[in-house]
């Protein structure tokens, strides 16, 4: 039963325009979501969160907007750079649990 | 601030044998989470110490087990190892809301 989908297993995008990773989950009950970034041979780096409380989180070129009645959450990167080719997760949790639950990832390719 | 560390970062073990992992978090981090990434199952939970005591625990066999020190370093065990236990461990500490990763450590059962 997956809870946390990321239905893209891989994006192509341009460098310099705008990526867009999507996440969808089940369970009504996460009230947290985090994404993260993560290289070949290394641990998952923390991007951005956002509470159910909220819609709408920035921090620099990334945004991640939810969108709670369609339980949908994505995350923007805007300008994308070479950089940011890396697999990304997105993780939800019940606040209090800490019991992340993973969505597969999805394989971000900035081209020059 | 130092960030999480694991030892080993890779693991070679036969089928049988049993296997220590070890994480120090984040100084001032109380919590300590250890995860498995597999390439079939993905990122699954395994449990979580805070001030030595587990307080959650995902759906892994009693083979997988896990205790924290006082000074909030952690380690996991497995025993009995089977070839499905091949996977990149990670451990992930945290103060607030967020969990910060440490590099992992490889194992690889044969």
């Known amino acids: 039963d997956q809870q946390v989908k990321q239905n893209s297993p891989s994006l192509s995008v341009q460098e310099g325009r705008i990526s867009i990773l999507n996440c969808d989950y089940t369970?009504?009950?996460?009230?947290?979501f985090l994404w993260y970034k993560k290289y070949p041979a290394e641990g998952p780096t923390f991007l951005i969160s956002?509470?159910?409380?909220?819609d709408k989180n920035e921090d620099g070129r990334f945004t991640v907007f939810l969108n709670k009645s369609a339980k949908h959450l994505s995350l923007h990167i805007v300008p994308s750079q070479p950089g940011d080719s890396a697999v990304y997760f997105c993780?939800?949790?019940?606040?209090?649990?800490?019991?992340?639950?993973f969505g597969q990832g999805t394989r971000l390719t900035i081209n020059p | 601030k130092a960030g999480v560390t694991q030892t080993p970062r890779y693991l070679i073990k036969t089928r049988g044998q049993q296997v220590t992992l070890s994480c120090s978090p984040i100084?001032?981090?109380?919590?300590v989470s250890w995860y498995q990434q597999t390439p079939g199952q993905g990122l699954q939970f395994l449990f979580e110490y805070f001030s030595e005591t587990q307080r959650n625990k995902g759906n892994f066999p009693g083979r997988f087990s896990g205790r924290q020190f006082s000074n909030s370093r952690s380690e996991m065990n497995v025993s009995t190892l089977e070839l499905g236990d091949s996977a990149l461990y990670l451990c992930?500490?945290?103060?607030?809301?967020?969990?910060?990763f440490g590099p992992g450590t490889r194992l690889t059962v044969t």
């Open positions: 992930a500490s945290r103060a607030n809301y967020e969990q910060y």
């Open positions: 100084s001032g981090h109380r919590s």
């Open positions: 956002i509470s159910s409380i909220k």
């Open positions: 993780a939800a949790d019940v606040q209090g649990a800490q019991k992340l639950v």
């Open positions: 369970n009504s009950m996460f009230d947290y």
